[in-house]
């Protein structure tokens, strides 16, 4: 684990048998499910920080379905159009998912390269799913404003939907490393939200122009995907679920919506650091 550092004293952490332990003698288990767990107590508000098991229950019942998939191949299309495997043989890099969730995105990006692949949420009921479905990532439970990784060590850092510290993001990327945000847009979720809204109100979000401000960055390309989705019974049921949507619905109103046309919308900026 050469690049996971210890989140009371930074120093490296080095794997001895199921425990992750620094030169200061501060040490880690991993966990049944194979994560482990470097959230320290100070840096949660909450006992059970990040999204609830409701939530990505629902979270990884949608992605299931695969209406998202084409999210992840046009991530992988664009990124093999860029020079990061020309550069170094795949399991020299180092691939980081930023608020992974149940780490959908992390299993399935890449599948055919050999990356070294970290996926991070603060939520560890997300990080214990990933874990039971993927033996061959990294899973950490931490936080994207004090994460537990060396500086200038990740060559991809993926963010999808999730928040994201751009001066914490700077310190661990390498120079020439890539950051692949993705954002709602516009009029995602558009249905859903009429339903419980007056007015639409559209997504929207200012971290493209928050990079495009930063002399470290370049943005190499903007993707912006758009299709509508026909839902079922159970799939509108994951779809509300997984979003704070859900806390709009009165039951009663769930319980009517049989089907449904969705608007997806989203927005991948890629951009180069360094
Ligand atoms: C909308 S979900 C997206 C999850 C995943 N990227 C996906 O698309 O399936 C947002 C995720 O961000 C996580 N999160 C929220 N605050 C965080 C933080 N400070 N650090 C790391 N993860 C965080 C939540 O626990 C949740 O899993
Ligand atoms: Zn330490």
Request: charged share 25%; glycine share 6%; net charge neutral.
């Amino acid at each position: 684990m050469p690049i996971i550092i210890c989140p009371n004293c930074k120093s490296l952490l080095h794997q001895v048998e199921k425990t992750l332990r620094c030169q200061n003698g501060h040490s880690f288990d991993f966990s049944k499910e194979g994560y482990v767990n470097l959230l320290l107590a100070n840096q949660k508000k909450t006992n059970n920080p990040g999204d609830n098991k409701k939530m990505l229950n629902a979270r990884e019942a949608f992605l299931s379905t695969g209406h998202y998939n084409f999210l992840f191949e046009n991530i992988e299309s664009t990124i093999n159009s860029f020079d990061l495997f020309s550069k170094a043989n795949g399991e020299n890099i180092h691939l980081l998912d930023l608020g992974c969730g149940t780490g959908f995105y992390t299993r399935n990006l890449f599948k055919q390269n050999s990356l070294k692949k970290i996926g991070i949420d603060i939520s560890k009921i997300g990080i214990a799913k990933a874990s039971v479905k993927d033996k061959d990532s990294t899973y950490i439970v931490g936080s994207a404003f004090n994460l537990p990784i060396e500086d200038n060590s990740i060559d991809l850092l993926i963010n999808i939907f999730a928040p994201i510290h751009l001066e914490e993001l700077k310190r661990v990327i390498k120079p020439g490393g890539y950051f692949v945000k993705v954002i709602p847009t516009g009029d995602h979720m558009k249905e859903v939200a009429e339903l419980v809204y007056e007015e639409f109100i559209p997504h929207q979000s200012s971290i493209k122009e928050e990079i495009e401000s930063d002399s470290m960055f370049q943005i190499c390309k903007v993707k912006n995907l758009k299709k509508t989705i026909f839902l079922s019974e159970q799939d509108i049921l994951n779809f509300i679920s997984m979003t704070p949507y859900l806390y709009k619905f009165k039951e009663e109103q769930l319980e009517v919506l049989k089907e449904l046309s969705v608007t997806i919308s989203f927005e991948i900026i890629f951009s180069k650091y360094g």
